[in-house]
């Protein structure tokens, strides 16, 4: 009896526990890509850790736990893995998997070749070498977002720049290790009119003092605003960068998720120590189109959707704002605070979440033009990043006078 019982068991442990693929090297765009953890291989096909997966293919990846599922997220197309299901949705499409994402020890898995062609990346297999080749279809290297965990893992990334966009005092207290200090305010200027894109010269110089080129993967430390202002100006101002280096050609933009809080909440090293930086002549190709005039943002009134940014109650003229002394919105505008974007602690809610909030208010529609303004180009940048590089809006563009410089020449409804 004890020994059938022991024959059960082993031959359960043969199905359940797989067995590692150390000799499996994977190229991510013709460079070796590192899993930690390692990557393992079940009834013949690879398995890898979902969230290192998903954001080295340059998605944002979510976990529900009161679904169990997985859920990666790149340019607006979203996949799903329940665990231990053989199936999967891909664009809310349900499709099989030979095998099923499931959790080994504490770490969530998920089958390689699917996930690639899932997100329409090219995958291949050369058995003599055990290698799998995978090439991205899209331009973007790194997720938008990224973690506390991923920047971590990937300090020593080719190409990679922090920039610390923080004021210098605080960046000097202690910042991430190799992160290059360049106060957020250095990428706009403020006169009559707020937060305007600076001189492209004066762009590139400052891009370039920092050694970003085209190539660069940059990603983008920012903090929470101090009382009495709104913490998320801080997170707005990260975006603000973000925009304004996409604007100017850099293909490879992240954001930290959370900023320079997260990474102390976690007790993750800093340092004091300063980086040298190789300052170089950025050259790059600015997104004329992006920008969008006041006479323009009037002549698409009933045309576009315009999006008000702002907080609700600044939208429906309950709160006049200082920089914009009447009450109300632009004609015809509809309200998508940027707030909604963010959890208490300034992390970036799920994707799906995002989708819903934008897909509520300006449709589902991602080749409709779509305006998106504020108070004075900060909210406003937040919801033209999340629009564009996290659900994969094609056509929004930037009112960067937003509502300051709107009720100089127009009123509001």
Not at 53 to 72: K, M, Q, S
Not at 95 to 102: N, Y
Not at 242 to 262: R, S, W
Not at 391 to 402: C, E, P, Q, R, T
């Given at each position: 009896?004890?020994?059938?019982?022991?024959?059960?068991?082993?031959?359960?442990?043969?199905?359940?526990?797989?067995?590692?693929?150390?000799?499996?090297?994977?190229?991510?765009?013709?460079?070796?890509?590192?899993?930690?953890?390692?990557?393992?291989?079940?009834?013949?096909?690879?398995?890898?850790?979902?969230?290192?997966?998903?954001?080295?293919?340059?998605?944002?990846?979510?976990?529900?736990?009161?679904?169990?599922?997985?859920?990666?997220?790149?340019?607006?197309?979203?996949?799903?893995?329940?665990?231990?299901?053989?199936?999967?949705?891909?664009?809310?499409?349900?499709?099989?998997?030979?095998?099923?994402?499931?959790?080994?020890?504490?770490?969530?898995?998920?089958?390689?070749?699917?996930?690639?062609?899932?997100?329409?990346?090219?995958?291949?297999?050369?058995?003599p070498t055990q290698t799998v080749f995978i090439n991205r279809a899209v331009e973007r290297k790194i997720p938008p977002i990224v973690s506390t965990e991923w920047l971590q893992m990937k300090a020593g990334l080719d190409n990679l720049i922090v920039l610390d966009l923080r004021n210098e005092n605080d960046y000097q207290e202690g910042h991430i290790d190799n992160a290059i200090n360049i106060p957020a305010e250095s990428f706009w200027t403020w006169g009559d009119i707020f937060m305007e894109l600076p001189e492209e010269d004066a762009l590139f110089?400052?891009?370039?003092?920092?050694?970003?080129?085209?190539?660069?993967?940059?990603?983008?430390?920012?903090?929470?605003?101090?009382?009495?202002?709104?913490?998320?100006?801080?997170?707005?101002?990260?975006?603000?960068?973000?925009?304004?280096?996409?604007?100017?050609?850099?293909?490879?933009?992240?954001?930290?998720?959370?900023?320079?809080?997260?990474?102390?909440?976690?007790?993750?090293?800093?340092?004091?120590?300063?980086?040298?930086?190789?300052?170089?002549?950025?050259?790059?190709?600015?997104?004329?189109?992006?920008?969008?005039?006041?006479?323009?943002?009037?002549?698409?009134?009933?045309?576009?959707?315009?999006?008000?940014?702002?907080?609700?109650?600044?939208?429906?003229?309950?709160?006049?704002?200082?920089?914009?002394?009447?009450?109300?919105?632009?004609?015809?505008?509809?309200?998508?605070?940027?707030?909604?974007?963010?959890?208490?602690?300034?992390?970036?809610?799920?994707?799906?979440?995002?989708?819903?909030?934008?897909?509520?208010?300006?449709?589902?529609?991602?080749?409709?033009?779509?305006?998106?303004?504020?108070?004075?180009?900060?909210?406003?940048?937040?919801?033209?990043?999340?629009?564009?590089?996290?659900?994969?809006?094609?056509?929004?563009?930037?009112?960067?006078?937003?509502?300051?410089?709107?009720?100089?020449?127009?009123?509001?409804?």
């Amino acid at each position: 009896m004890k020994k059938a019982i022991f024959l059960v068991v082993l031959i359960s442990l043969l199905f359940i526990i797989p067995s590692a693929v150390t000799a499996v090297e994977i190229m991510i765009d013709d460079e070796v890509y590192e899993f930690d953890p390692p990557t393992v291989t079940i009834e013949n096909r690879t398995l890898v850790p979902m969230r290192v997966l998903f954001e080295a293919l340059g998605a944002i990846v979510n976990w529900e736990p009161d679904t169990r599922t997985a859920v990666g997220v790149r340019g607006g197309l979203v996949v799903r893995f329940p665990i231990d299901s053989d199936k999967a949705t891909v664009k809310g499409v349900e499709k099989s998997m030979d095998v099923p994402a499931q959790l080994i020890g504490n770490c969530t898995y998920i089958p390689l070749r699917f996930v690639t062609e899932a997100l329409g990346d090219a995958v291949s297999w050369d058995k003599p070498t055990q290698t799998v080749f995978i090439n991205r279809a899209v331009e973007r290297k790194i997720p938008p977002i990224v973690s506390t965990e991923w920047l971590q893992m990937k300090a020593g990334l080719d190409n990679l720049i922090v920039l610390d966009l923080r004021n210098e005092n605080d960046y000097q207290e202690g910042h991430i290790d190799n992160a290059i200090n360049i106060p957020a305010e250095s990428f706009w200027t403020w006169g009559d009119i707020f937060m305007e894109l600076p001189e492209e010269d004066a762009l590139f110089d400052a891009i370039g003092s920092c050694g970003v080129t085209g190539d660069s993967l940059v990603v983008l430390v920012g903090t929470a605003a101090e009382p009495p202002l709104p913490a998320a100006y801080g997170t707005a101002e990260a975006d603000r960068v973000a925009d304004t280096l996409l604007y100017a050609g850099v293909k490879n933009v992240a954001i930290l998720d959370g900023g320079y809080p997260k990474w102390i909440a976690e007790k993750r090293s800093i340092t004091t120590a300063v980086p040298k930086v190789e300052s170089t002549t950025y050259k790059g190709k600015t997104n004329k189109e992006m920008f969008v005039s006041t006479e323009y943002v009037h002549e698409k009134i009933g045309k576009s959707v315009i999006v008000d940014c702002r907080d609700a109650e600044v939208y429906s003229g309950e709160v006049i704002e200082p920089f914009a002394d009447k009450a109300g919105h632009i004609p015809s505008a509809r309200s998508l605070p940027a707030p909604w974007i963010w959890n208490d602690d300034c992390t970036y809610k799920p994707a799906e979440m995002l989708k819903t909030m934008a897909s509520d208010v300006i449709g589902g529609d991602k080749d409709q033009e779509i305006i998106v303004y504020c108070g004075v180009g900060g909210y406003a940048s937040s919801w033209w990043y999340v629009l564009i590089q996290i659900l994969g809006y094609d056509n929004v563009k930037f009112y960067d006078g937003s509502a300051q410089e709107w009720v100089l020449y127009y009123d509001m409804e």
